[in-house]
């Protein structure tokens, strides 16, 4: 709202710098969001504490909406993953929906066969053989449709050998009867199985902290699993979200920028049977490396973490997500122990998972450390421009040295060619 307000000041004073007494009328054109976000910066003290939009809530769930898909009947070709990404109530009724159509619509087939051949006119006839035996309305026939679909048979209503349409319609009520079993007991199924439930016993720490960790800055956050059946397989990653502007102009929202928690070393990939502290190291490649203890609350950057595994009950593959705004990473922090050696086990306290305590942390970026680290080992009388003026002085020296022993060599050489004369 702050910078569009800029933006309509700005065009405001550029249409002012037109021509009063022109009759064209000059209309300000809209700009996009991300030109509006390219203005100078003169933002208000109100503008500077807007809250920061999430990109991952800390559920884990995206806070993405999709507007304006016009394609819509892509989602039609992928019924079965549609019907499954359905909330339960929606799922439900389309559940009890699909069979009660089915059962009406083969009944009123069945109704309609039999008035046609006149089996409702020689109800409680001895002689007549009609097309289902007992059948003598629609209620009975939407019953017998039910028993048909559902090859419950309770022997009373039967279809005879004299209706050959009787006999087609069973078998086509049949076989579509089983594929809409198997389509909504399947969708049901794997509705029901599904990992999503598993993931909220994945827990990641409300706060992430920076603090010093072997004589590095570090980013640190922990994750931890509340069942007793572990994840197999189970991997980190982090993702920083930040937008940025190119060398050339052009704006990217949300930029995505790996955040690197072990790749290398291998210790993205967890073992994760008690509450671990997964670490970020911030060197030259991290992109935290110039940001100080005063620049970080001025930044405006998510950290996506995302811990994926197998759910070694099922074997299917469970992922959990949340996420770190600017406001909840504390600078000079560190995590409370919470595991503890018990007689013959270790014990968890859960109850001191979120927990953190100050701890001494320099308040300079990881980059600044670094500088002061390269100066502090070198003399105190020791620097770049003194090392040049020595370098400088030490050539001077050796070119008048060498300026000398010429000037030696020459006066030797004309004594000598005089000496010869005389």
Request: net charge negative; charged share 25%.
């Amino acid at each position: 709202v702050c910078l569009f307000s800029m933006a309509a000041n700005v065009l405001e004073e550029d249409s002012m710098e037109q021509d009063i007494e022109s009759p064209v009328t000059i209309h300000q054109p809209k700009l996009p969001k991300q030109a509006r976000e390219d203005l100078p910066k003169n933002i208000s003290k109100e503008c500077a504490k807007r809250k920061i939009q999430r990109y991952v809530r800390k559920d884990g769930k995206c806070n993405v909406h999709h507007g304006n898909v016009r394609e819509t009947y892509r989602y039609l070709t992928d019924i079965f993953t549609t019907l499954v990404d359905l909330k339960w109530r929606f799922n439900l009724l389309i559940f009890v929906m699909v069979y009660t159509v089915t059962w009406l619509f083969f009944g009123m087939i069945w109704w309609l066969i039999a008035y046609m051949r006149g089996d409702m006119d020689h109800i409680g006839d001895s002689t007549w053989t009609p097309c289902v035996s007992n059948l003598n309305g629609f209620v009975s026939a939407f019953l017998f449709s039910i028993e048909t679909e559902t090859t419950i048979g309770y022997g009373y209503r039967v279809i005879t050998d004299k209706c050959p349409e009787g006999i087609i319609l069973l078998l086509v009520q049949s076989v579509l009867g089983s594929i809409v079993n198997a389509f909504m007991v399947g969708c049901m199924f794997v509705k029901i199985s599904q990992p999503k439930k598993r993931a909220e016993t994945l827990v990641f720490s409300t706060n992430a902290v920076i603090s010093m960790r072997d004589g590095k800055l570090c980013l640190m956050f922990r994750v931890g699993d509340l069942r007793n059946s572990h994840i197999v397989e189970a991997s980190i990653r982090a993702k920083l979200i930040k937008s940025k502007q190119t060398k050339e102009g052009e704006f990217i929202p949300l930029n995505q920028t790996d955040i690197n928690v072990g790749y290398y070393t291998g210790d993205d990939r967890l073992f994760l049977v008690s509450p671990l502290i997964i670490s970020h190291e911030i060197n030259q490649q991290s992109p935290f490396w110039e940001i100080s203890k005063a620049q970080l609350p001025k930044e405006e950057l998510e950290i996506v973490v995302i811990l994926e595994g197998m759910v070694e009950a099922t074997g299917m593959t469970c992922q959990a997500r949340s996420s770190y705004i600017t406001s909840e990473i504390l600078w000079g922090y560190r995590f409370t122990p919470v595991l503890t050696l018990e007689d013959g086990f270790y014990e968890v306290d859960y109850n001191s998972f979120h927990e953190t305590y100050e701890t001494n942390t320099p308040v300079y970026s990881a980059k600044e450390l670094a500088e002061m680290a390269s100066r502090a080992e070198l003399p105190l009388t020791w620097s770049v421009s003194s090392k040049l003026d020595q370098h400088a002085e030490l050539e001077t020296e050796e070119e008048e040295k060498n300026q000398e022993d010429q000037n030696e060599r020459n006066g030797d050489v004309a004594n000598l060619e005089s000496e010869s004369k005389v």
